[in-house]
């Protein structure tokens, strides 16, 4: 083609676009310049010849769900249509992978037990989804995120194959718990600003589920800490990061996270590696030491200070059925969740053997009527919560011991990646990848007793996580932290 022509050809289909965007924008519909943004972007970032597109867009998905959390995850680009980008990032992201394994004759996935149950986890749902999609309508489609959602740890393990992408992803998780604390504090303090002006189409961008922002900053407090002293001079902000983080997380009190964070710290000192443990008791001691000096400083019974309230709290873990008495008004409705969660497990399981046992009751089914005669009798309460704050019973009632059964073999199957990882990593250069496999297991645990794997704010991040974290078990040198092997580098 002559190139004058091209030029000319290029230029008037630019203006023509260019036109077409401008009567979009006049008119509010924001899609058009959207995708027209998108795809000038792509084609940008493949010109450079760096990461890939599909590794910045994972990379933003990830700041936006941990940093913007339930505010983010409302945000929907397309006018009138409940899209969310959680749904159009899959959209963009699966077909590029795709298309980038064929042109290299590679297939996105492992054969190994990991990527095996996902794939069998995720073809069991599919066969579901179909039947259910009639039966329950857009319902069904709102449950099968529980599973389409795992799609993100096969984008994440694909891209972990292509270094400056891999580094991309490493980078953008550490800059994402960096600022998690930032505006995690920000938002405590000046709550009527983000709510009220920081907003977008109306949707605050910036909106933090309590469980789910303590599950992360406890994730972040894992990932952020250095293993051990080195000669990078990213090590100060670090510290400073992974201690607010720890403090944040331990002041909003979630038991779930809790749970998590002792596990992730567990794995890790159960291989040698004793930092994370020392400072979450120090970080403990000291605060425990603060608020019961206050506490006996205040004139009021001791029962109704904070240093109790925490005490309780922490007790209320080994509380199963809800019974013990609680003497702090702060604390009173701990055996009350407890009760919640055991009374809706319970009537998930009941319903769930007596109806479909095998294949479970569906996506789309309402696993909370039976729960909510029992717990809320007589009360007219407005009930909007879809998942039983437990992973493996949402899997249970959904898609029965087939599901449950599946996910119990991935949990499984992530304990050996772990256990695979720390053995190959323990003695070598990329030691600071450590930190994410065992950071995994704060959000893997707080699912059993949350609601993380179901919603986008919390499954999102976690599978992208999970699939840096196993691609890293397989290739070892993939581990290794950029910051803390540019530190060496530079020493």
């Known amino acids: 083609m002559d190139p004058r022509f091209r030029i000319a050809l290029v230029a008037v289909l630019g203006s023509a676009l260019g036109v077409w965007i401008g009567v979009a924008l006049a008119q509010e ?5 959207s995708l027209a943004a998108l795809v000038s972007v792509w084609l940008i970032l493949a010109w450079t010849g760096g990461p890939l597109a599909e590794a910045w867009l994972l990379g933003f998905l990830f700041f936006g769900y941990v940093v913007g959390n339930r505010g983010f995850a409302q945000l929907t680009p397309i006018a009138n249509l409940p899209l969310f980008l959680s749904e159009l990032g899959l959209a963009f992201a699966v077909p590029l992978v795709a298309m980038r394994g064929a042109i290299r ?3 996105p996935l492992r054969r190994d037990w990991l990527n095996g149950l996902l794939l069998f986890w995720l073809a069991l749902a599919c066969g579901r989804i179909v039947p259910d999609t009639r039966t329950y309508g857009f319902m069904a489609l709102r449950d099968f995120a529980l599973v389409y959602y795992v799609l993100y740890f096969f984008l994440a393990q694909a891209l972990a194959r292509h270094a400056p992408s891999r580094r991309l992803l490493q980078r953008a998780i550490l800059v994402t718990f960096a600022v998690l604390p930032i505006s995690g504090l920000l938002a405590t303090i000046f709550p009527e600003f983000f709510l009220s002006n920081l907003l977008v189409n109306g949707v605050p961008l910036i909106f933090y589920k309590g469980d789910l922002l303590a599950t992360f900053l406890y994730t972040g407090f894992v990932v952020l800490l250095p293993l051990e002293k080195s000669a990078g001079r990213n090590e100060v902000w670090r510290w400073v990061a992974a201690i607010i983080s720890l403090v944040l997380g331990l002041a909003i009190i979630s038991r779930a996270s809790m749970v998590g964070l002792a596990v992730a710290v567990g794995w890790l000192a159960w291989w040698g590696c ?11 001691a000291a605060g425990l030491l603060a608020v019961t000096v206050h506490s006996l400083l205040q004139k009021e019974d001791f029962t ?19 019974d013990r008495n609680y003497l702090s008004d702060a604390s009173g409705d701990k055996g009350d969740n407890n009760r919640f969660r055991l009374i809706w497990w319970r009537n998930v399981a009941e319903e769930t053997l007596h109806d479909a046992p095998v294949l479970g009751l569906g996506f789309g089914a309402d696993l909370s009527r039976n729960f909510l005669a029992e717990y809320y009798p007589i009360a007219d309460v407005d009930f909007s919560v879809r998942s039983p704050h437990n992973v493996f019973l949402t899997t ?23 256990v695979r ?5 323990r003695d070598s250069t990329a030691r600071q990848g450590l930190n994410l ?48 092997r540019d530190g060496a580098a530079r020493g």
């Open 29 to 33: 519909e924001h899609f058009v310049a």
């Open 105 to 107: 004759q590679e297939l």
């Open 274 to 284: 004793w930092r994370h443990a020392k400072v979450v008791g120090a970080v403990c």
């Open 304 to 322: 109704q200070t904070n240093a109790y309230a925490i005490y309780e709290a922490v007790a209320s873990i080994g509380d199963f059925s809800g």
């Open 396 to 418: 249970f009632g959904r898609m029965g011991f087939a599901g449950a059964l599946l996910l119990l073999g991935i949990y499984a199957a992530l304990a050996r990646s772990t």
């Open 421 to 425: 990882a720390f053995r190959m990593m």
């Open 437 to 484: 496999q065992a950071a995994c297991w704060v959000g893997l645990c707080s699912a059993c007793f949350g609601v993380v794997l179901e919603g986008p704010m919390g499954a999102i991040p976690l599978w992208i996580m999970l699939g840096l974290a196993h691609h890293a078990a397989v290739e070892p040198d993939a581990g290794d932290d950029p910051g803390t």
